[in-house]
C-alpha cells in the first residue's frame, strides 16, 4: 500500500467528528443555561461550529473512504496520485480557515455553510480535482460499472452543483426576492444532502456486496430503479423544507409527489441483503456489519417520520420545530455516522485484520450509542410536539414561557447528547488511534504534519 | 444497447427535465405580489447573516431553534417596529448583547418588515385537503 492519503481523509474526518460532537453538547448546554457561555461563545457561533463540523465528517469520511476503496480494494491505479493530494491539502487548509472565519467572527454565510463565502472556491476546487481523479480512473478500468460507483460519480457531480447553488444569493437577482432567494437557498440545501447521501448509501452497498462477496446486489434492474429513484429525489423532493413558504403551488406539488417516493431505496437493499447472508462472513467483518444493522433501524424509524411529514398537512405542525432537528441528526447520526463508522471498520479491518474488534471501548461504545441515539432522538421529538402544540393549540403564553416549561426535555437532550458524545468520543478516538498507528513512518504522515506546520505558521 | 448507454438515457433524460425545473424555479415569482428588497433592506439582511441571526431565530420556521420565529413580528399589534429595534441591543436571555447603531437597528427592522410583508408564518388560516394538502392563505388574499 503506497498511496496513504485516503486513510488522512478518514483521520480528518474523525477529528472534525470529535470536534463537533464537543460543539454539539456547548450547543445543547446553552438551553438549559442560557446565561453560562453567552459571553465567551454565544449560540450563534457554537451551532455553526457543529453543523459545520459534522457535516464536514460526513463528507470527509466518504471521501476517504471512496478513494480508499478504489486504490486499495479494487486495486484500481488512480489517475493522479498529485490530484489526491492537492485535493486533501486543499480540504485541510479550507477546513483551518473555516475555523479562522469563525473565530474571528467573519460569518458573512448562511445557514449550515456560515465562514466567510470566499472559502467556497477552494472546496468547490478540491471537490472538481476528485470528481476529474474519480471519473479518468474508473472510466478507464471498469468496463459496466456497479450502481456504487453510479452513485459515487452523481454525488460528485450535483456535489459540486448544489454547493454552487447554495451561494446564489451572492447574485442580486437572487437575493433582491426573497421569496426566490430562501425557495432556492432550501433546494440547495435539500439536494446538497441527497448528494452526500448518493456518496454514503454507495458505500454501503460497497460493502455490503464485499462482504456478500457478491456483486449480483450492486447490479441487478431492482438497485439501478432505487438508485434513479433516489437521483429524482435529490433533484426534485427538496421542497418539502418549504412547504409552508408562500411560493407557486406547483413546486410543492412536484414535491409531495416525488418524495412519497423516498426512503424505500436503502431499506429494501439492506433488506433483500441480510436475508441472503451467511453465517461466517458476518464474522470476519463483525463491526462494519453491525453497524450496518443499526443503520438499518434508523432508516426504518426516519423513514416512516420523513414520510409522516412529508404530508403537507403534517408538515405543517412539525415544521420549524425540534422534529425537524431530530429528522435531520436522526438521518445524519443514525443512517450517515453510523455508515461511516461501518465503513472505517471495514477499512480498519482490511489494513490491520489483528485490530481486535471485542475491545471494550468499541463494544461498549457501540452499545451506548445506540441507547443515547434513541433517548435523545425521541426527547427531540417530545420538544418538537410541545412547540408544535404551543404555536398552534395554546394561546397567550410568551415564548419565554414555552421554553422555560421545557426546561426538563432540554435537560434530557443535554444528558442523553453526553452519552451520545462519550460513545462518538471513545469509538472515534479507538479508529483514530488505528489509523494513525498504520501511517506511522509512512511518509504521508510527513505531508500531514508538514501541512499543519506550513499552516501553523502561517497563521503567525 | 449496453447497460452503460441505457443508463445514460435515464440519466440525461432526468437532467433535462431537471434544468428546465431549474429555470423556473430560478425564476420563480412571489405568488402574486413580488417584493424587492430595497437597498436598505438588503443592508438589514447583511447585518441578519454577519451576525448569525438565523442560528437562533427561524424565518418561516427555517433556522435555528433558540429563538422565537420571527415571520410576523413585525405586523403583529403588539410588536412592531420600535419592539423589535428595542430588543437588538438587549441582551435579553441566551441572546448576545449585540452594539447596533440608530441607523443598523433601522435596516434590520426594515429587512424584517420585507419579509413580513410576503406572508404569514405560522400560516393560521390555512386550508386542510382531504388528500393531505394545504392551502396556505397568502398576505393579497382577502
Ligand atoms: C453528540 C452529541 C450532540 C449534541 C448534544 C448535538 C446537539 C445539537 C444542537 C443543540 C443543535 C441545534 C438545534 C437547534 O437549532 O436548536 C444541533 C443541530 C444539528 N446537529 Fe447535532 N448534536 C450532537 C451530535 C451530532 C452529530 C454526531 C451530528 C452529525 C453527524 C449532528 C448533526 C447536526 C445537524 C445536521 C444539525 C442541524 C439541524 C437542523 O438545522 O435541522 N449532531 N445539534
Same mark, same amino acid.
Given at each position: ?85 492537492? #485535493? ?29 463565502? $470566499?472559502?467556497? $472556491? ?5 471537490? !472538481?480535482?476528485?470528481?476529474?481523479? *474519480? ?5 478507464? %478500468?471498469? @468496463?459496466?460499472? &456497479? ?11 450535483? +456535489? ?8 446564489? =444569493?451572492?447574485? &442580486? ?12 437557498? =432550501? ?13 454514503? *448509501? ?35 423532493? =427538496? ?20 418524495? +412519497? ?36 433501524? =434508523? ?27 431530530? #429528522? ?42 445506540? $441507547? ?49 458524545? $462519550? ?33 501553523? %505558521? *502561517?497563521?503567525? | ?57 427561524? !424565518? ?18 403588539? @410588536? ?27 435596516? !434590520?427592522?426594515?429587512?424584517? @418588515? ?7 408564518? &405560522? ?5 386542510? @385537503? ?7 392563505? *397568502?398576505?393579497?388574499?382577502?
Amino acid at each position: 500500500m503506497k498511496n496513504k492519503t485516503a486513510l488522512l481523509f478518514l483521520i480528518l474526518a474523525l477529528t472534525a467528528l470529535l470536534i463537533g460532537v464537543f460543539f454539539g453538547l456547548l450547543a445543547a448546554l446553552q438551553y438549559i443555561i442560557p446565561d453560562l457561555l453567552k459571553d465567551y461563545i454565544p449560540f450563534n457561533k457554537v451551532r455553526p461550529f457543529h453543523v459545520t463540523s459534522t457535516i464536514s465528517w460526513i463528507v470527509l469520511c466518504a471521501t476517504g473512504s471512496i478513494y480508499f476503496f478504489i486504490t486499495q480494494i479494487e486495486h484500481l491505479k488512480l489517475f493522479s496520485s498529485k490530484l489526491i493530494h492537492t #485535493h486533501f491539502i486543499i480540504f485541510i487548509v479550507t477546513g483551518i480557515g473555516i475555523y479562522v472565519s469563525f473565530l474571528t467572527g467573519k460569518m458573512e454565510g448562511r445557514e449550515y455553510l456560515a465562514y466567510s463565502p $470566499i472559502l467556497t $472556491i477552494p472546496i468547490l476546487l478540491g471537490w !472538481i480535482l476528485f470528481g476529474v481523479n *474519480y471519473f479518468k480512473t474508473i472510466i478507464q %478500468n471498469v @468496463k459496466n460499472w &456497479p450502481v456504487y460507483y453510479w452513485m459515487w460519480g452523481t454525488g460528485i457531480i450535483f +456535489m459540486i452543483y448544489h454547493l454552487s447553488e447554495a451561494h446564489f =444569493w451572492l447574485i &442580486p437577482n437572487f437575493r433582491e426576492y426573497f421569496i426566490r432567494d430562501i425557495s432556492v437557498q =432550501w433546494k440547495s440545501y435539500g439536494s446538497f444532502v441527497g448528494s452526500w447521501n448518493m456518496l454514503v *448509501y454507495g458505500i454501503a452497498i460497497y460493502i455490503m456486496s464485499k462482504i456478500k462477496k457478491d456483486e449480483s446486489s450492486a447490479r441487478g434492474k431492482t438497485v439501478f430503479f432505487f438508485y434513479f429513484l433516489g437521483l429524482t429525489n435529490l433533484m426534485f423532493g =427538496w421542497a418539502h423544507h418549504t412547504y409552508i413558504i408562500p411560493t407557486q403551488p406547483w413546486i410543492r406539488y412536484v414535491a409531495y409527489g416525488v418524495s +412519497m417516493t423516498e426512503w424505500i431505496l436503502l431499506i429494501y437493499i439492506i433488506r433483500e441483503w441480510k436475508k441472503s447472508l451467511t453465517k461466517e462472513d458476518k464474522k470476519s467483518y463483525c463491526m462494519a456489519y453491525k453497524f450496518l444493522i443499526t443503520a438499518d433501524f =434508523w432508516v426504518f424509524l426516519n423513514l416512516i417520520l420523513a414520510l409522516l411529514f412529508s404530508i403537507p398537512a403534517i408538515n405543517f405542525f412539525t415544521h420549524g420545530t425540534h422534529i425537524t432537528v431530530a #429528522h435531520s441528526m436522526g438521518t445524519t447520526i443514525g443512517i450517515n455516522t453510523t455508515i461511516l463508522f461501518a465503513s472505517v471498520f471495514f477499512i480498519v479491518s482490511k489494513i490491520n485484520p489483528s485490530f481486535k474488534i471485542n475491545q471494550f471501548a468499541v463494544k461498549y461504545g457501540r452499545n451506548l450509542f445506540r $441507547i443515547s441515539l434513541f433517548l435523545f432522538w425521541i426527547t427531540l421529538l417530545i420538544a418538537g410536539v410541545k412547540k408544535s402544540y404551543w404555536m398552534y393549540f395554546s394561546e397567550n403564553i410568551f415564548f419565554s414561557e414555552m421554553q422555560d416549561s421545557l426546561y426538563y426535555v432540554y435537560l434530557a437532550i443535554f444528558v442523553f447528547g453526553m452519552g451520545l458524545a $462519550i460513545s462518538i468520543i471513545s469509538l472515534g478516538t479507538v479508529l483514530i488511534r488505528v489509523l494513525t498507528k498504520t501511517l506511522k513512518n509512512q511518509e504521508n504522515l510527513v505531508l500531514y504534519s508538514a501541512t499543519l506546520l506550513i499552516i501553523i %505558521n *502561517y497563521q503567525y | 444497447m449496453s447497460n452503460a448507454k441505457k443508463n445514460i438515457i435515464v440519466i440525461s433524460t432526468l437532467i433535462v427535465i431537471f434544468s428546465i425545473y431549474n429555470f423556473s424555479v430560478y425564476n420563480l415569482r412571489d405568488y402574486k405580489q413580488p417584493v424587492k428588497l430595497s437597498s436598505k433592506a438588503i443592508q438589514g439582511q447583511q447585518l441578519w447573516q454577519e451576525n448569525n441571526c438565523w442560528s437562533c431565530h427561524q !424565518i418561516y420556521g427555517l433556522g435555528g431553534y433558540l429563538g422565537p420565529d420571527l415571520t410576523n413580528t413585525f405586523s403583529n399589534p403588539k @410588536k412592531g417596529k420600535e419592539y423589535i429595534k428595542t430588543f437588538l441591543n438587549s441582551g435579553i436571555k441566551s441572546m448576545p448583547k449585540f452594539n447596533f447603531s440608530e441607523d443598523e437597528k433601522e435596516s !434590520i427592522a426594515i429587512f424584517l @418588515k420585507y419579509i413580513d410583508s410576503t406572508g404569514y408564518y &405560522p400560516n393560521y388560516e390555512a386550508n386542510f @385537503k382531504l388528500n393531505g394538502w394545504v392551502e396556505l392563505k *397568502y398576505k393579497d388574499e382577502e
